[in-house]
């Protein structure tokens, strides 16, 4: 959860390893595991949208790629600036959002405000591919 992108975003715990030392593991201890987790959410996700549940995909999405980011950055050993770079162009394709993912980011932890140009570039290469691949989408939102 939120120890996980935290430590994705710039390389530090959160706050809440001081409270919980022993129930906490570090990022590189199961890669295995969060690729195994991120996959099963990716599937749940797409199991209840093709079977026309009610709710959105956005926030479902963000843990599937919390956990799968978790076990990417263990598996592959990622700089945490290219970890905080992809993150956002994941998020701003998916939400076509480039400029608020920008500054989301810069906000969002201390490698923030040093990525804000290359989280940009990031994030509004991220939407034009996205568009330029735009197949027509399994979801159906009434207008």
Known sequence: GE???QTAINGVSAPEALLYP???QGPR???PFGLGLGAAKLAAIALAAGAGCPGGVI???FFA???LAHGAIAAVHLPAATVALLMAAVQASVTRTPLSTALMLAFSGNLGATLTPLCAVS???AVATARALALPTLLCYPS
């Open 59 to 61: 926030f479902p999405l």
């Open 123 to 125: 994030a509004y290469s």
């Open 29 to 31: 201890a199961a890669a």
């Open 65 to 67: 790629a919390g956990a």
């Open 22 to 24: 022993v129930a906490l």
């Open 3 to 5: 120890q996980s992108l």
